[in-house]
């Protein structure tokens, strides 16, 4: 039984709080440092004219900050900050970072996973849409300070681009990659 004797709130940002956390856990006194981070959705998109995975190329800091490079390959994705379900942030997501309207209908869900579950423990929900040139409305790229640049992986290199260690791929992306080639590839 966990038993939380105190929490201080260390800074707090836009995004993230950091938080000073004394508890109780197997009779024994704990402290540790917990980010509070909101929960957020990401979408694997197929566009089926180009037989590509629509993914997203972004610059992160953090990882700039470890590899001097700083730019991520990732799932179309947004946070869960709006007063909206997240099938539709989702569906938000989609126009904004990467030019394509979908009804929000033909998003389906793949999964939900967790990341930095030593820190933060931030939960993303994985959904899937298949598109085509005709739902490409415009160029995407997200909001004005995000410089999203939208990128085309051909089916044929999915599974290279997922082992490629030269590149930064984040985990859920890797992780829907390898359902798509599961289910959705090899049965067309």
């Given at each position: 039984?966990?038993?939380?004797?105190?929490?201080?709130?260390l800074c707090?940002?836009?995004?993230l709080e950091l938080k000073e956390v004394f508890y109780r856990y197997k009779n024994q006194q704990k402290r540790w440092e917990v980010c509070s981070s909101m929960d957020s959705v990401s979408i694997l998109i197929y566009d089926k004219d180009l037989d590509s995975i629509i993914l997203v190329k972004q610059f992160r800091l953090p990882v700039y900050l470890k590899n001097s490079d700083g730019f991520t390959y990732e799932l179309c994705a947004g946070l869960c900050d709006k007063d909206k379900c997240n099938i539709e942030i989702a569906r938000e997501e989609v126009l904004e970072e990467c030019g394509y309207d979908v009804d929000?209908?033909?998003?389906?869900?793949?999964?939900?996973?967790?990341?930095?579950?030593?820190?933060?423990?931030?939960?993303?929900?994985?959904?899937?849409?298949?598109?085509t040139q005709k739902d490409k409305v415009n160029e995407g790229g997200g909001l004005e300070d995000e410089d999203i640049e939208v990128i085309e992986l051909k089916s044929e290199k999915v599974e290279e681009f997922i082992f490629d260690e030269n590149i930064v791929l984040t985990p859920g992306a890797k992780m829907a990659l390898l359902w798509w080639l599961k289910y959705k590839k090899e049965r067309g």
């Open positions: 039984m966990i038993d939380i004797k105190k929490i201080n709130t707090k940002g836009k995004f929000s209908s033909r998003l389906s869900k793949i999964t939900s996973t967790w990341a930095s579950v030593g820190t933060n423990a931030a939960r993303q929900e994985i959904f899937y849409v298949e598109v």
